[in-house]
């Protein structure tokens, strides 16, 4: 994924947990916030909890690539931060993660043509 498509500092997370709502999908989380560009930009975070260093970027990559192949579908405007809550996500099969990351996006309404659901949390 292109730098400018990502989010870089913690303040611009800071800025999409704070203004942001969240949807919850059990093994991933994703916080989205319209951001007044004409791009969408996307941050990926995975908790230590998660297992060592090997699983943790495993599962970052994976994400990450299921976002960069779903992005041409996401409307521009919107800043995304996807949070990682399963050690799962390293090991079940890509289709079901890129599934699992556009069932979100949809759930979001970042996807074009997409309305949104009411979030699962505030």
């Not at 079940?92 to 979030?119: H, K, Y």
């Amino acid at each position: 994924m292109k730098r400018a498509y990502r989010l870089r500092t913690p303040e611009q997370y800071q800025r999409v947990r704070r203004d942001g709502r969240t949807w919850d999908a059990g093994m991933l989380m994703l916080n989205a916030a319209p951001n007044r560009r004409r791009i969408s930009r996307c941050g990926f975070i995975v908790a230590k909890r998660l297992g060592g260093a090997v699983v943790r970027n495993r599962i970052r990559r994976r994400v990450r690539e299921a976002v960069r192949l779903l992005y041409p579908q996401i409307a521009p405007g919107w800043d995304m931060v996807f949070i990682a809550r399963s050690p799962a996500l390293a090991e079940i099969a890509f289709p079901q993660l890129q599934a699992l990351v556009q069932r979100l996006l949809q759930r979001a309404g970042v996807v074009q043509g997409a309305v949104s659901e009411t979030p699962d949390k505030d």
